[in-house]
């Protein structure tokens, strides 16, 4: 029997899960679930990988990147995008209102307060101090599981057995400005297939987009391998890719129809999340590659 409702999310997002989690119980579908459990990371300030209260490029300008994707594989998105506190709502209507699929910068600026967002400062006190002492030296270097840690990518499944996941980050700290990452590109940071199942991914989005690394793990799944099983394989893909080096973190999350779940990294510290009726559990990911 297939375990549903169910919700996971990337790393250890308590409010967040709790919000999908009562979507899902109240009969929601798993599109409204991700939309809305995300959105808790977006508004929340101390998060400052994700929404208002993301760290800024190195010129200084906070820019969002948040994807969505439904059962039926309709997906929509945003990259770079300044001045909106939730960027995975406009990436839902990409997806519903426009013949697209991703808008970047001004553009999905525009069409945001078209749909009647609102602008707002993305920086908090915190963030603006952190950005004028990080100026002082200037140096850009990832820490692995610190610095760039906290991106959100949820997936879902609803009582009726469909499908759906988001993914929203401000990216890494201090990137070049204009820089996207793997988070709101379909298929990279989130990938969906309602026959099958979905994935997504948190750490250095470079790595991941190298490999198409969530639509990878989504077809290793179609082709037999467990969730756990893809996760691996996806991670062990990138590290072939990076002949030793081993100076960064990729988490990949993945959940089968079946509402199996799975999770890999490069190294300890990954964490998810996953609510269903079986239980409501914060998941260290204790086998991983390093
Ligand atoms: C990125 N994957 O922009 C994101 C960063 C991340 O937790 O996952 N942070 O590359």
Same mark, same amino acid.
């Given at each position: 029997n297939p375990v549903k409702p169910i919700v996971v999310c990337t790393w250890n997002f308590f409010n967040a899960t709790e919000k999908a989690w009562e979507v899902l119980k109240s009969g929601g579908n798993a599109l409204d679930a991700v939309e809305q459990g995300v959105m808790v990371e977006e508004a929340? +300030? /101390?998060?400052?990988?994700?929404?208002?209260g993301g760290r800024p490029d190195r010129d200084g300008n906070v820019t969002l990147d948040a994807c969505i994707m439904d059962k039926d594989g309709n997906c929509g998105s945003v990259v770079?995008?300044?001045?909106?506190?939730h960027p995975v709502s406009v990436a839902r209507k990409v997806m519903? +209102? /426009?013949?697209?699929i991703i808008l970047a910068g001004k553009g999905a600026e525009k069409f945001a307060y078209e749909q009647g967002f609102k602008k707002e400062d993305l920086f908090t006190k915190s963030t603006r101090e952190q950005y004028e002492e990080w100026l002082k030296t200037s140096k850009y270097e990832t820490t692995i599981?610190?610095?760039?840690h906290d991106t959100i990518g949820m997936l879902a499944i609803d009582e009726n057995g469909d499908i759906s996941g988001a993914c929203t980050t401000s990216g890494m700290?201090?990137?070049?400005?204009g820089r996207v990452g793997d988070s709101p590109i379909i298929g990279a940071g989130l990938f969906i297939d309602n026959e099958v199942g979905g994935a997504t991914a948190t750490g250095v989005g470079e790595e991941v987009i190298r490999t198409v690394g969530s639509f990878l793990i989504v077809e290793l799944m179609r082709q037999g391998k467990s969730p756990q099983e893809a996760c691996e394989e996806g991670v062990k893909r990138i590290m072939k890719k990076n002949?030793?080096?081993?100076?960064f973190q990729i988490g990949f999350l993945a959940i089968n129809k079946n509402g199996e779940t799975g999770g890999y990294c490069v190294h300890p510290g990954f964490t998810y999340r996953e609510y269903s009726d079986n239980g409501h559990e914060n998941r260290e990911v204790t086998s991983f590659y390093e």
């Open positions: 929340d +300030e /101390t998060n400052e990988t994700v929404g208002k770079c995008m300044q001045n909106i506190v519903e +209102e /426009t013949p697209h599981n610190i610095e760039n700290a201090y990137k070049v400005a002949e030793g080096r081993k100076d």
